[in-house]
């Protein structure tokens, strides 16, 4: 089985910085793609940011300016670097895994990590 392990959440002040990490294990494709979605409460999962095992980026027109991902396939790890963050951006995030012709429908998911943007 696939298994994904998130860190890096917490408090933070607005404005403020957070990098997230995401540890893969497990059998994995190396032809992949691994991202960040997030959840607030009361509302429904969202992209974030996606990186593919080409290193092709995309991300979600509120975070694009703001937000990096990257990956380390030599320790199989996604992280996500956030900065200038803002009380919208609080949620719990989650890491996923899919394999590059896949989608979400057939994509593992880590536990999440809570994020909260607060002074």
């Known amino acids: 089985q696939v298994q994904l392990v998130e860190s890096g959440g917490g408090l933070v002040q607005p404005g403020g910085s957070l990098r997230l990490s995401c540890a893969a294990s497990g059998r994995i494709s190396s032809f992949n793609v691994m991202g960040w ?45 956030m900065n200038s963050l803002k009380p919208e951006d609080t949620a719990v995030y989650y890491c996923n895994l899919r394999p590059y012709y896949g989608d979400l429908a057939t994509s593992y998911w880590g536990q999440g990590t809570q994020v909260t943007v607060s002074s």
């Open 37 to 81: 979605y997030r959840q607030a409460p009361g509302k429904e999962r969202e992209l974030v940011a996606t990186i593919t095992y080409g290193c092709s980026r995309n991300f979600a027109d509120s975070v694009k300016d703001r937000f990096t991902i990257s990956r380390d396939d030599a320790v199989r790890t996604v992280y996500l670097q």
